[in-house]
Each structure stands twice: as C-alpha cells, then as structure tokens.
C-alpha cells in the first residue's frame, strides 16, 4: 500500500504547481522562455552533469534516517524542483521559464522551490545543526 507522507505531498504539490503554471502561463499572455541550459543557461550541451549529484543526493536521502528530520521538507523542494524541471526537459527538449524580473535570468516555479530548499538547507547546516 502506498502511503504518502507530508514530504511526498510537498514534493507533488510542487510537480504540479509548477507544470500547471507553466501550462497556463502562456494562455494569459506571459512569454515563455525555453532554457537549455542548467542554471541561468550554462553549459547546454552537459547536462547529464546534473544528474550524477542528483541521483547520488537521492540515494543518500533514501538510505538515510533524514525522513524524521526539518532536512527533508527542504529536500523535498529541492526534488519537486527538479523533477518538473526534468519533465521539461524530457517533453520540450527544454526548461521552461516565464517569471522575469530586472537584472534576474527567467526563472519558473521549480527555480525557486530548488533555491529555497537549497537555501534552508544552508541555513540548517550553518545555524541549526548540532
């Protein structure tokens, strides 16, 4: 049986909401940019060099005892993130972006759970951990 948990739920909301915006973006007038790069469009032609940390940083997770732990909420934005993210990649051969601010690169949803959940975990490590 299936049982999903709180950080499941976090980690689908995120999938859903950042494709669901992405879908209806475009219907009310933003532009969509297609980024073929990893982060601020570098190195488009390697991308298979984020998938190694990715997958290592799974495996490390799935082995560990960080399900009973505040690391995982921030973990599960960092894999929501990235797993609509690669679905775009996957489907549009690209990311898409649509959120634009002066001086900022395009950026979607998944962009900002990734970078949230990066930044907790930073903030974990550097004034919570024990």
């Given at each position: 049986?299936?049982?999903?948990?709180?950080?499941?739920?976090?980690?689908?909301?995120?999938?859903?909401?950042?494709?669901?915006?992405?879908?209806?973006?475009?219907?009310?007038?933003?532009?969509?940019v297609f980024n073929k790069g990893i982060?601020?469009?570098?190195?488009?032609?390697?991308?298979?060099?984020?998938?190694?940390?990715?997958?290592?940083?799974?495996?490390?997770?799935?082995?560990?005892?960080?399900?009973?732990?505040?690391?995982?909420?921030?973990?599960?934005?960092?894999?929501?993130?990235?797993?609509?993210?690669?679905?775009?990649?996957?489907?549009?051969?690209?990311?898409?972006?649509?959120?634009?601010?002066?001086?900022?690169?395009?950026?979607?949803?998944?962009?900002?759970?990734?970078?949230?959940?990066?930044?907790?975990?930073?903030?974990?490590?550097?004034?919570?951990?024990?």
């Amino acid at each position: 049986m299936l049982r999903v948990t709180r950080y499941g739920l976090l980690f689908f909301l995120i999938v859903f909401l950042d494709q669901a915006s992405k879908f209806l973006v475009p219907k009310l007038g933003f532009e969509v940019v297609f980024n073929k790069g990893i982060a601020f469009g570098l190195f488009p032609d390697f991308l298979w060099v984020m998938f190694l940390p990715l997958v290592l940083l799974a495996a490390i997770v799935y082995r560990s005892k960080l399900h009973l732990s505040l690391i995982t909420y921030h973990l599960s934005l960092i894999f929501g993130g990235g797993l609509s993210n690669l679905l775009d990649r996957l489907w549009f051969g690209a990311v898409r972006d649509w959120i634009k601010f002066p001086l900022i690169p395009t950026f979607n949803l998944a962009d900002l759970a990734i970078t949230l959940g990066f930044l907790l975990l930073v903030y974990h490590f550097l004034f919570q951990a024990t």
